[in-house]
């Protein structure tokens, strides 16, 4: 992986997607503000595959940056506070000056530093995934009973909060339970978590209906302001931290692959899982999985947003 070098941005960090920067006159620790990038980059299995998706990183911002909007207020329902600071600043000639650089414009987003929790706030709201493969099993999901007799993409009788351990860089993220989330940021504020995280599922959700489209699941990272409000950060409801599903397939399919129409990498998910045994370094994508993931991502954007 590599990230470019930005005027006025130093960089930090990088992810399995995103590129974090701090201004250059920043010392450890110091910087009010950061700059994050998505990049093209896609993962699966905890992998960064090659090559890259085109124009991924401008779909998954702008996506973000819709919902981030959404979920201030424009839906309707109470201002969640977000992680956004202004993108530009007044010059000596008093006329505004972008804080993003032209080399990543489109893809980035000015952000405040924030005191990250470590802990991963995923809800479920259908059965799927690594949910549906422990329910085969032992008829739970993340340690939680459910009823017999679901099928895989069925909906939950309610959304299910289901937090994970974020790992040290390098390392696996581990389904944790609540008590354990208590554990690491104590009771009110994993409460405040899991009341916030299901809140902000079952807007979505019904925006998502709204426009023929079913939010299955997603996952929220969340951290402190100066001020100790609990903020919603990092990337929100984009097609690389939620699943999406076609509305009309899911009521008129008969197969799972009928009913999980959808508008996220789960097409990488499954040509992988295809044609790897998780042993080594993946293999190379294919175009025509590059390409019809590419057109998902668009799709998913249109239909939500109308950009």
């Known amino acids: 992986m590599t990230s470019p070098e930005l005027p006025g941005w130093r960089h930090v960090y990088s992810g ?30 905890d992998h960064v595959l090659e090559p890259g998706i085109p124009g991924k990183g401008v779909l998954l911002t702008t996506l973000s940056l819709w919902w981030f909007d959404q979920l201030a207020g424009g839906d309707g329902g109470r201002g969640i506070p977000n992680h956004l600071a202004a993108t530009a600043v007044l010059g000596d000639d008093d006329e505004p000056h972008s804080l993003v650089p032209d080399a990543v ?50 909906r939950l009788p309610e959304p299910l909060f289901t937090p994970a351990y974020k790992a040290p860089m390098g390392e696996h993220d581990e389904n944790i ?55 919603l950060a990092d990337e929100v409801l984009t097609s690389d931290s939620s699943r999406y599903w076609d509305a009309a397939a ?26 790897w045994d998780k042993q080594g370094t993946p293999p190379a994508l294919p175009a025509d999985i590059i390409e019809r993931t590419a057109a998902r991502y668009q799709e998913l954007l249109e239909r939500l947003t109308g950009i």
């Open 16 to 45: 399995k997607v995103r590129d974090l920067y701090v201004p250059s006159a920043a010392t450890p620790g110091s910087a009010d503000r950061m700059l994050v990038v998505a990049s093209d980059r896609v993962s699966a299995f």
């Open 177 to 231: 339970s609540f008590e354990q989330t208590v554990e690491l940021v104590g009771r009110e504020r994993a409460e405040e978590l899991r009341a916030t995280s299901l809140e902000i599922y079952a807007r979505a959700a019904a925006t998502a209906e709204r426009h023929g489209l079913i939010l299955a699941d997603t996952k929220f990272e969340f951290g402190l302001d100066a001020k100790g409000v609990l903020t």
């Open 250 to 275: 899911w009521q008129s399919g008969t197969t799972p692959a009928e009913r999980m129409a959808s508008f996220d990498k789960q097409i990488v998910r499954d040509w992988l899982a295809a044609h």
């Open 105 to 154: 414009a489109g893809r980035a987003m000015v952000v405040r530093s924030l005191d990250m929790l470590p802990v991963e706030c995923v809800v479920r709201g259908y059965l799927t995934g690594s949910g549906w493969s422990e329910y085969q099993a032992q008829g739970t999901v993340c340690g939680i009973p459910l009823p017999a007799g679901l099928g895989d993409g069925d």
